[in-house]
């Protein structure tokens, strides 16, 4: 730790920033248009409600002008800090970076496209002073989708939550954690972080706020279709072995149909009418073979993450900050 002066604290409590007690956490990727929006209508906000704070955006290296206008930003008011990844690292990533700098009693995360209305984080800080460590943002509406995108995300979260057990299908990643909760979360090992699903595993004293989600201002939605199914699968396999459980189910039953037909079989050959069935060999064998294909296929896959893990790569690589001296990271500036 490093000392604060005491003019610096004095003026620091002076413009309402002080040792910030509420960090948010904003990632951002591509959202030239929407950072200085989020940061003027947060900042005016929390000011508003008097309540110390510190906004950190994470460029998820962002390819527009997103960083300059985060720089431009952290110079112009104290409260904003930047984080600025060597590449697009995903939002997974953004969020940890976020909340490894967080310097609050506690933190907010939520998406700097203002789809997460801000005033909700007001709502949430009131709970965390009521005593809770987590307040879940929970979707009331969905907001605009487009259908096939309601669909898919439907099955997704549907699966998710057999797959955990905790209910996903109105979860977001729009959450407040205590400062204990922040370190349970920096504390998990694993690089394939599934972060809606592990704020809940952590535990903590827990409560739900509604909130509908805000059409987008401006910029664009990042996921394609193609990204949420690899979202989908990436974080089945992070969450749960269900796939794994499967094919042992898959075999089990292959298993008994193969007794049934063995004696179906034998019992014609000793009665005396032996199968001619060409046909069915090969369908048997075809059905058979793709069901090893996929079984190896998601072995497989689980073992690609195994080897991902063991690797021990960091989850993300900082290039550039923005507004972060005498805390953890050196920075150039
Ligand atoms: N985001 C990110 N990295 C990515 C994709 C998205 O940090 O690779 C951020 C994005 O800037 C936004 C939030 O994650 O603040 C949610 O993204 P988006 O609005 O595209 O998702 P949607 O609201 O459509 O689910
Ligand atoms: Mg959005």
Redesign the pocket.
């Given at each position: 730790m490093v000392a604060v002066p005491d003019i610096l604290l004095e003026r620091l409590e002076k413009e309402g920033v002080g040792m910030a007690l509420l960090s948010v956490v904003l990632p951002a990727y591509n959202e030239e248009m929407m950072v200085e929006r989020a940061g003027e209508r947060l900042g005016q906000l929390l000011k508003d409600e008097k309540i110390k704070f510190e906004l950190i955006f994470v460029d998820d290296g962002s390819k527009d002008r997103t960083w300059s206008k985060i720089e431009e930003m952290a110079k112009r008011y104290k409260f904003i800090r930047g984080i600025h990844f060597s590449r697009n690292f995903g939002k997974e990533a953004a969020i940890f970076a976020g909340l490894a700098e967080a310097g609050g009693e506690c933190s907010v995360v939520m998406?700097c496209?203002l789809?997460h209305p801000p005033e909700t984080v007001i709502e949430m800080y009131r709970r965390w002073e009521e005593g809770y460590e987590v307040v879940e943002g929970i979707k009331h509406s969905r907001g605009r989708e487009s259908l096939g995108h309601k669909a898919s995300a439907g099955l997704f979260y549907k699966i998710m939550t057999k797959a955990t057990g905790i209910d996903m299908s109105r979860a977001s990643d729009f959450k407040l954690l205590d400062k204990r909760a922040v370190a349970a979360l920096l504390d998990m090992p694993e690089r394939n972080a599934f972060f809606r699903a592990l704020s809940s595993w952590i535990g903590f004293k827990t409560t739900t706020v509604k909130f509908d989600v805000q059409p987008?201002e401006a910029g664009e939605?990042k996921w394609s279709t193609w990204s949420l199914v690899k979202y989908a699968v990436t974080n089945i396999a992070a969450f749960s072995s269900v796939p794994l459980q499967m094919v042992t189910v898959a075999g089990v039953f292959m298993f008994i149909f193969a007794v049934i037909m063995a004696v179906e079989s034998l019992v014609r050959y000793f009665g005396g009418h032996a199968l001619e069935g060409f046909t069915t060999v090969i369908l048997l064998l075809l059905i058979i073979g793709s069901l090893v294909m996929m079984s190896l296929g998601i072995i497989g896959y689980y073992i690609s993450k195994i080897y991902e893990e063991v690797k021990g790569r960091p989850r993300y690589i900082i290039s550039r900050t923005a507004g972060i001296k005498n805390r953890t990271l050196q920075t150039e500036d």
């Open positions: 998406d496209d789809q987008r939605s």
